[in-house]
């Protein structure tokens, strides 16, 4: 499993340990202390987009907390103590990748070089290149199977790009699937939003919510659906979030 698949598991679960950890306070420490840990692994491995996911992922899981519980100055003491740390752990291990992402866009939108780095530009090489091949079929879409072979056939860079992986979920739908496949996405987030929303486990809808609310961001860099890795780790996320029965089903279980 490469750093980005690596990281985006870690942050998932992150964002469970994180949101059990505001609701019991017995437990509170430890899970916190874990939370802390897994979050230096992730500044550590250095991917951008992974370390983004995280910190909004937080935030959110805290202002929804703080908004049930009322818990505004904690939340905002939490953040006050967590910026310095965390804001120097991002400088060290983390900046010099934002330096590079910088050269590499200065670059590509100057002179068209595409740097051999496989990071920002081979990303936006794959998005025009995926763009192109979308209007080929924009209706139907070339198929999944043929997706690569559309791309790729539209790159005009002439790098030797690795031919397993298109960085983003949203092109792949487009050109495997046409305008349908970006319905299928809208709609699936959408119908996401609303299951999690109505999950009866405090914790759990906080972490689901966050969850569905950093996907689409983490989907325009990489995919999701179609891979093992991560299709495997959104459904197990999902049946975490829908594991805990609504109430009145829950009582009754009891009482039979």
């Known amino acids: 499993m490469d750093a980005l698949s690596y990281g985006y598991v870690l942050a998932v679960w992150l964002f469970f340990v994180f949101s059990s950890a505001l609701e019991n306070r ?30 909004a992922g937080f935030l959110l899981i805290g202002v ?13 003491l939490g953040i006050a103590l967590s910026i310095v740390p965390f804001a120097l752990a991002v400088y060290y291990l983390v900046w ?38 979308a209007l080929e079929r924009p209706i139907l879409g070339h198929g999944l199977a043929e997706t690569s072979d559309a791309i790729y056939r539209n ?24 305008v349908f496949g970006l319905i299928f996405l809208l ?39 179609n891979m093992s890795p991560m299709s495997g780790l959104v459904a197990l996320a999902m049946g975490v979030v829908l594991a805990t029965p609504p109430e009145p089903a829950r009582e009754q279980a009891l009482s039979a």
């Not at 929804?64 to 905002?76: D, E, H």
């Not at 590499?104 to 091949?133: C, M, N, P, T, W």
């Open 155 to 178: 790159l005009t860079s002439g790098v030797d790009y690795p031919r397993l992986i298109i960085h983003n979920d949203y092109i792949v739908h487009m050109v495997a699937f046409g």
């Open 96 to 133: 010099p990748r934002a330096l590079e992402f910088v050269y590499a866009l200065q670059l590509y939108v100057e002179k068209g070089i595409v740097v051999s780095d496989e990071s920002f530009a081979l990303r936006l090489e794959q998005i025009i290149a995926g763009y192109k091949s």
């Open 187 to 225: 709609g699936y987030f959408a119908a996401a939003f609303l299951i999690v929303h109505r999950a009866r486990d405090a914790a759990h809808r906080r972490a689901g919510l966050a969850l569905v609310a950093t996907m689409p961001f983490f989907m325009a860099t990489y995919i999701v659906f």
């Open 64 to 76: 929804i907390w703080a908004m049930q519980r009322g818990r505004w100055r904690t939340l905002f």
């Open 26 to 55: 017995e437990t509170s420490i430890p899970l916190l202390v874990l939370s802390a840990v897994c979050v230096a692994v992730l500044l550590y491995a250095k991917t951008k987009i992974v370390v983004f996911c995280v910190i």
